[in-house]
């Protein structure tokens, strides 16, 4: 069994092929409406949020646990500085805002995405470890600058569910993109994929390697077409690059997932964290083909986030 | 008994006055907190909204059903054409849009307003007929394009409770107003009167003919003020052009419902579905009269939400 | 035992003493989720809300109180002036909007500051007596233009849970801030204050003099540093002159609070609304240590809005 006090990471997680378990077991029970009754679950948005938003607090109605969404966009201007003058664009300190929070929570759910222009001040993960320090209630990650956990579990679900060997063979192929989107995704997909003891391939251009604290035991290729040879799971996605942080410097739709690329796996499953641009990432023919899985992951982030709710809520006073 | 599956419009009701008794049979219940627990009512904003997300929300919790309301706005920019690269500013496609939101939804509510620019693309309905093609869960409309069959509902109900005959002779008078409006609430307020065997008389200036697909039956006049005579229920409301489309052509205060236009009726009621330009539309002699029913159609729908919710669950797995 | 029918101000209130004693029991008590079942409460912000907005919503749901929250923020121009021709930018009449939220709303909670630009407009109120006059529902101030009622009861309980006589010596000291704030929090301290029959010392610049309605009875004083000789409690707070109107006079940081003042009281506590800017209000060595009592404000805020919200319902019928 694994036990969770936050969920920030999978750091946060002792044993992360059990964590899986207990999401298949989230979605075979019926859930009590009293397991979590007279909690407070308040999710904060830095940014913008559909999915983890609404798979989130559809998770802990199911359990009857009392949520409150909090929009604060960029209309809450946080200090993360100690000993600073306050007298210019700031008006709070994160010291305070935390504890404020958690007089009104006993679980946090935090999205703060990153800036793409400092990656040393992103990949410190200011406002999660802020809360993390001063919140002293527990926190779940709802996204942040270098991880989205809750994603990586519901793949991780999907996964389970659709393979058909104890070590299928996963490939995360970066795919082109117009805007320059944050590498969370793709982190938090490669360490949760090693994670769970499966065979992982990353292909992009150069240039494009991920953070390797991430891909540690994943084997990294340069070519679209090769990599997909005897893979069971196709997983696109787009992130911009972390060496040249934040920059685009490709956009060769040769990467972009199609029929017959698929068609050198073995029947690989298509997989995407949506939303997806459709004929830039991937081919109509393939998002739309009965291998493809993107709404079944969708589908499992509300029992990711059911399970990791569980979990936090069953050890909060051990 | 009406079965609903979706109440996108009226010809989603197959027997619209026993929908009306319903809705009268809701208002004198006492609503049981079990009848719909453990489901998920997902409320879509593309535009703000207050009363509809208030009664919506309100009818929800009234029946113990979670509500989880997402102003999406135009931070959600959505592909409907199938086929397209989206390589531009659209960023997700509506056909996953829709299959995710229903991963987290037992019944979807939709508010989507018309562009007034396009009236092909407004009358063809694209966010409601997507949701029904892509969802696969029942769909409510909170007001589209083309309708807003919610406050018809409502409308109906509050005539039903104040008429004093079986047949009440019904106007439905344009008025003027500074910006222009959708033409969905007198549409809805059209079809839902004749649908309930009312006689209805629409006067408006030339060139504010409605579609006549919502207006067949009903007796058309060019003067504001003959079509007073005899009337029991006036019922004022602006809309732009629907031939010279979302156009505005006409401001004549003549057409605003003063006390003068209410003497020649049968002692009518006056009804608008709020908010109303006071002193613009109606005269504060008139909507601040013992006649005006404004606030109580504002009251019922909460109720014609209320059945609509329950009509729906009570058919959902049938 | 303290009456409420609204909470709007402390005139509503007829023992403060005593609504201070319900908020320390509410605080000891297991609250019965079936105390207010089936009750609706409707807040309305007119400006942004963080404290406020979830200790209100937490106290609502701890009683098993629904509660929608509405952020109207700019977006719904409202008239307040009777007989009006509306043909310009503003959409719906207050008399309208306040009758129709409460076809929705057993309670009412409502935030709308002050303009800082016209005094008597502020000071008269408009929004939050338009509620009072049309909407006959109880109404909760969450923040108006000249107080803030539901932070001063919270303020009484932390004095009440931490004084050491029955008659506390207590400072209001105005601070710095590089912008114009309002009197609303100042005002509400220093009546509440007074009203428990406290010793009110309130120090400030020449010209920031409070609106004396709210100050009879406290002792006015020009030096920053004098006020604080055998104080227990020290409160800080900016706020923009009253006299002339919603301007700033005065930065000078000896305002401050700072440990070389602190020294000269009676061992006093810290105390302030939040947010505070931090090395502008107070320099961390007094926010930081064990006499800070902001964080326990903080909490104090749900059982503040707590003991209200029950106290209202329990005479909603009488």
Redesign the interface.
């Known amino acids: 069994m694994s036990i969770l006090k936050n969920f920030t990471s999978l750091e946060d997680v002792s044993d992360p092929v059990a964590l899986v378990d207990q999401v298949i077991k989230c979605k075979s029970e019926l859930q009590n ?1 009293e397991f979590a ?2 909690l ?1 679950f ?1 999710m904060l948005f830095f940014n ?1 949020s ?2 983890t ?3 989130s ?2 998770a802990a ?2 359990i009857g646990m ?1 949520s ?1 969404v ?1 929009d ?1 966009g960029s ?2 201007p946080l ?1 993360f500085e ?7 664009d ?4 994160i010291k ?2 935390a ?3 958690s ?3 006993d679980i946090i759910g935090i999205r703060s995405f990153p800036s793409l222009k400092d990656r040393n001040l992103d990949y410190s993960e200011p406002v999660l470890n802020a809360f993390l320090e001063y919140a002293g209630k527990p926190i779940v990650n709802l996204e942040s600058g270098t991880g989205h956990p809750l994603q990586g579990l519901a793949d991780m679900t999907t996964i389970r569910e659709f393979r058909k060997t104890e070590k299928p063979r996963i490939l995360l192929t970066w795919a082109p993109h ?1 805007r320059a989107l944050p590498q969370s995704v793709p982190n938090s997909f490669a360490e949760w994929t090693l994670s769970q003891g499966y065979e992982l391939t990353i292909a992009h251009p150069e240039g494009y390697e991920l953070n390797p604290q991430f891909t540690e035991g994943a084997n990294v290729v340069y070519n679209p077409e090769k990599a997909y040879e005897g893979i069971d799971f196709v997983y696109a996605k787009n992130w911009s690059s972390y060496a040249d942080y934040g920059k685009i410097s490709n956009s060769d739709p040769r990467w972009m997932v199609d029929q017959q690329k698929m068609l050198i796996t073995n029947q690989a499953y298509f997989m995407h964290c ?7 990432i991937v081919r ?1 023919e393939v998002i739309d083909s009965k291998q493809s899985l ?2 079944k992951q ?2 499992n ?2 029992f990711a986030a059911l399970a990791v709710l569980k979990n936090i809520i069953s050890h909060m006073n051990t």
Chains 1, 2, 3 share one sequence.
């Open positions: 409406r009754k007279g407070s308040v913008p559909l999915r938003r609404l798979s607090q559809r109605q199911l009392d409150m909090l604060v209309g809450w200090e100690l000993g600073q003058v306050m007298d210019l700031k008006s709070e300190h305070e805002a504890q404020v929070i007089q009104y929570a117009p949506l939303p997806v641009r459709r004929n830039v109509d993107v709404i969708a589908n982030r509300t």
